[in-house]
């Protein structure tokens, strides 16, 4: 089965079958509701095959992608007040949420996220550039392990907190109240079936962008890297450049999600970019198996279905549940899901084995 | 003072090491050779109890000469029992000055510096470097301080994984007169595993030869020894 | 969005139940506010169903947990309107989660009752806002502390929108009416490091200290500020945030004397108040204490029952139409449904910290404040107002 | 055609007062095996240090390159000085565990990619990576992963990865702690070979090995240097013979080893 | 002047809370490796044993001088058994460890929230700890004074078993390798406990003392997490000289930053700050080098 996997063939017939649940048993299965909010959850999906890459094969356990979702969602959602504001009192008027918090001018950074155009480079853009730098100025050093993860839920962290000050960024409350989507309202439940078919359409597409990286001769050298760093330094490559790629891969992941995101929940604030969600992020991988493809994917759905699920169910003694489980999964499955698997193959494989030896 | 009886152990669920028995008297040297990746450091640690036996006995010497099964014994209590082991890798508590290196065994021993004093007698290049951080020191220099730090703990039985790696001739020399002379004047039963067998079958009375993880040779050191002993590791 | 096709409402009235949506933070760290809010509405629903019912229906709460984030908030709302079809929602306390919640009411056309004072400038038709808007709490304190000669404030607040947003309001007040403004500075949520602050403060010398700090910040600047040596009588404090809840936590003697603005306090002196606070710590226990949000949060279900009673129908547009001039005879005094902005009336009280952990008003409004969520009627808050 | 590879002028290095290399001329010249013999703590994975990059010093290493003439060393990166054509080996080999013979090879070949290249997957092995698979034995393991090689199998996959890499100066720090007599035999013939058109220098404790296998040794002592010259020179140097080779052992006493390793 | 004065004192006595609260972690996350997120939950924990032991206890001065011991014991106990449950098996995947004892902070939470209510509770000041004695021109808090002492007493005793003792020793070796430790005599199970017992005692410590300055809530504790982290990572893993020093220059940064803009770019700031540091020192202050490659 993972052999087949593995294979060309394998790998258009996973294709083919995880577009069949996305683009067509999802849509049929699921209230309008429900599917807003799997595009919610895809769009985690998306941050999590992200983290899959920086940490599972790269090593670098990025505590802060909330930064980096926060930055893309923030950008996205400025576009989307600004045209809000656009629409509703001309060109070069200030969104409503600065007029509350008394801003009557709208401040210059604004000004040029009313074009589509350059928002969408924006968010394709900045954090990659951020995570390039930061990646420099951390990897050149040779920052590594959990001095990096410490390093980069700080970051988190003081981002959020930034945030929060700037009044004219939504402050504590964030944005939200967003009504169009370059330029299709979202009331409209079809204009929401779009939003979550542009999910769906760009998890795909990561994926196979991850699945790319992994197989090339990148994708070695990045688990060298991870394995060996110094080692591959004495071969002549600049670790820090190897490790870069991967980071800010990681980084335009998590803001793309974070750009999809802000249509589809229609609220961006620090409270979904500061450290626990950064941590979230992290423990749908880790449950997942971040190692694997899909592990991250699958882990990240299943967290946030099992957040949801639990939370309706249990309201008020949900954390425990939530708790235990990250407790007892990461406890007791250490490659995660995508370790069930083989496990169980082990498990079938080795009474068989025994008798043999015996 | 040690009997391995039909000893299996390796990593996980795979055996290394099969069905290995071998035996060292009172104040005896044994060396154990083989090809690299035989299994010598895998018996090695099955006996100083960093690996899980998964059949098979290791069977320990009382002071009073009965012996006694230690197979479930946690390491640091074979230590109390009398096993000294300086593994492979010129090995030391990288954060520790290499004096903390000595005192951290001599701890809670009566005439504990005395025990230092002695051992650095043995290894004058050492006294020169005890406040240096033993993660500083030079491969050689700190696989004198693993053995130095062995015999502080007046051991009965010594197991050695390739002591001599990387020390410069003249103190292998002296290593190996160490050992002779220990094991000559009564209290010390060595378990040798070398992969230069001029040194090895120098120092040792008796020898074993691993391949793949079994017993293929064992016999006295001494005319035509050479000879048998790379007969044996010959695949 | 009138404009649109909204969701169809899904609200099943042929039982002889009808469902609501509570929806607080049960977790993180706003459950510490809104576990509170949560049992004042169980209270209310529990009376009302004991005297029949609402329209002969008996009340089923559907409980939700908003985990103190506003995506959560967000999505339970549009959960329990699509999914679970309530008849309406009760809940929410940040202004965040307000935020949140108002674009799902108003595209799935439903309603959430808010029972928090907050900064005003807003008014849905989806929202019923029980709690104080800013003429009706921050104004009055700052008439308060005029008229007992105060000349300059030292403004310390938490920074998010509450606090940010009532200061502009103290600022405007203030330079119409003289009064001198000597620092203002916010601290991060939950931030317990205040001896740059108090030091500030305390070398400022002003006559009083406006206080917008949230929950367990005020912990710290209360034993901050008493141990420098700064007394209620010196320099008082002027809190919005802190209620009877909160005076537990803080320590009675880091706190005695200091001043509060509500609209209710379980000192409260009329019937209505004393079955409610008897019929509270009879159901969560005699250490128990009420506290404004919880009980505008009470008066928010009555509310709501009074105005489908009204209506006679369940159905949102029905009970926006009738919401105007619904009044409940509530434990601070009758309050009013203002039907064009939502709001209540609601009566202003000073109130001062004693040595029971309790607060006891030393003033009141001349009756109930009809709300002014954009201070239309202030001419110095010119500069404030928005077009809603 | 011994031409100079590389060139030590007059390196110290000091590390917090204390001189680990003081004062070090070293010339390393293709077609050699030069050994770097000496007393534990005499300096010589010091040196090796310095020359790699690990650790500072003053002094100068310029690395000759036919037709392109000397660079300076001092004060480059360590990915730059192994760029430079400077290949070092460590004593515990660290080849990478979770790949396999042929990727761990395919990596060390290619550190001058294009970042096109890198990202596109491996069509087939360069031809260099085979040959070396050749050259260092392990043909029959390319798809095997390098953490269950043998350990003189993984220190042959060290040499070989400095090999496909286009090293033309290699430093070997001990490359037969731990061998078997038959693997130091290899090792030693490998070395050979490879020294043909590059310059080696390993660094040994083995007196046998560097009797059998060495073309020049250089004996350091406390940082300087103690005697160079050929084997039997520096064997006879009785200062050689006090602190490091000992006087209680003679020849014939070295015998049994030497025919162990013969 | 004034000002001055009470900036410096602002930014020591900040730097002392934080390196209490920081203290614990430069064993557990500096010796040992173990990312445990449910540190803060430990200080939450020393908070309530204050609150607890004043209830049973009355006045406020001897229940004082009674909870620290007892919040020594009470967070050590929970160290324990989070060490002999889960950490144990966890020790060759520290970074999972972080990811696991967040769940165990999640849970804890919880539990306080169950046991002791949501609202914050109030633990009273001693009588003598009250007000503040001039120095100065400025009035300093005696409860900071009080606190800026037990971090001295703390950090000293804490150097002194480390570097002195046998027990610190072993701590330092079972640390520094496992395996070989064990092979030494050291029952490196015994030793990995006690650790992470002295470790989770201290947080269990900095939790009765930070009563006498913060709240005492189940989501106390949390709020110094990233910051004790910070200065264990600046400090250099595992030395505590480092992470004093970090701790009074992060404290005396973001005092000072303050005075002159806010409290939240205060924050940001001190991140900058450490980011820029670690390009001079990518290791932390004081750092323990060694040769070997990993
Ligand atoms: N930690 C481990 N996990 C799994 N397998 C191991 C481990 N360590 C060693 N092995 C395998 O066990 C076998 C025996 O290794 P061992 O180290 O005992 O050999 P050795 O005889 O000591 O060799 P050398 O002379 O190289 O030291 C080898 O095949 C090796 O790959
Ligand atoms: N970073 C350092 N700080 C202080 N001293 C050091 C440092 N690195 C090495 N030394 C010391 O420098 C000296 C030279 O060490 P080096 O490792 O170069 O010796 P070597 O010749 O390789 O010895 P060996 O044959 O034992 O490997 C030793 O005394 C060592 O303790
Ligand atoms: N509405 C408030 N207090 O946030
Ligand atoms: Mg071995
Ligand atoms: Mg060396």
Redesign the pocket.
Known sequence: MTRFLATRAGIWTGFAAAALVLFGAAPLLLSGFRLGLFAQFLCYAIVAVGIGLAWGRGGMLTLGQGVFFGMGAYLMAMHMKMADAEFRNGPGSVPDFMELAGIRELPAYWAPFSSPAFTIAAILIVPTAFAVLLGFAVFKRRVKGAYFAILSQALAGAFAILLIGQQSMGGFNGLSRFRYFFGYNLDDPVNQQMLYFIAAGVLLVVVAVALQLRRSRYGELLVAVRDAEERVRFLGYDAANIKVVAYATAALFASVAGAIFVPVVGIISPASIGIVPSIMFILGVAIGGRASLVGPVVGALAVAAAQTALSEQFPSAWTYAQGLLFIVVIALLPGGIASIAAATKRFRKEPATAEATA | MLRLRNLTCGYGRTPVVHDVSLDIGADEVVAVMGHNGAGKTTLLRAVVGLIPVMSGTIELARPDGTYETINRRPANRRVKAGMAYVPQGQQCFAHLTAGENLRLVADGRRHGKTLIDTQLDRFPALRG?LN?QAG??????RQQLAIARALITEPRLLILDEPTE?I?PNVVAEIESTIVDLARDGGLSVLLVEQHLGFALQAAARFSVLRSGRVASTGATGDGAVERVREAMAI | GEETAAAESCVDTSGDTIKVGALNSLSGTMAISETTVRDAIYLAVDEINAAGGVLDKKIEIVAEDGASEPTVFAEKAEKLIREDCVASVFGGWTSASRKAMLPVFEDNDSLLYYPVQYEGLEASENIFYTGATTNQQIIPALDYLAETGVKSLYLVGSDYVFPRTANAIINAYAEAHGIEILGEDYVTLGSTEFSTIVNQVKSAGADAVFNTLNGDSNVAFFREYANVGLTAEEMPVMSVSIAEEEVGGIGVENIEGQLAAWNYYQTVDSPANTTFVEAFKAEYGADRVTSDPMEAAYNSVYLWAATVEKAGSFAVADVQAAADGVSFDSPEGTVVIDGENHHVTKTARIGEIHADGLLYTVWESEGPIDPDPFLDGYDWAADLQVSN | MSTTALTCKNIEVD??G?K?VNGVDLTLDRGEVHFLI?P????????VDAITGLARYTGSVTKDTAGKGAVELRGKKVHHIARAGIGRTFQTATVFENLTVAQNLDIAAGAGRSPWTLLRRRAHLPANVTAVIEQIGLHEHADTPAGILAHGQKQWLEIGMLLVGDADVLLLDEPIAGMGADERETTGRLLHDIAATRAVAV?E?DMDFMRAFASRVTV?HAGTVLAAGTVDDVSNDPRVQEVYLGTTHTESDMEPADAATA | MDLLVGQVFTGLSTGSILLLAALGLSLTFGQMGVINMAHGEFIMAGCYTAYVTQQLVGDAGASLLIALPVGFLVGGAMGLILEAVLIRHLYHRPLDTLLVTFGVGLVLQQVARDVFGAPAVNVTVPEALRGGVDLLGTTVPKTRLFILALAVVAVTAVTLVLRFTPAGRRIRAVVGNRDLAETAGISSRAVDAGTFFIGSGLAGVAGVALTLIGSTSPTTGQSYLVDAFLVVVAGGMGRIKGAVVAAVALGTFQAVFETYSTASLAKVGVFIVIVVFLQLRPQGLFTL?T?SLA
């Open positions: 470097l240096r500083l020191l030079s491969g050689g220099q990387g410069q | 590390f917090d204390f680990a000496g534990n703590g005499a300096g010589k994975t010091t040196l660094v404790h350091l | 080098r040769r």
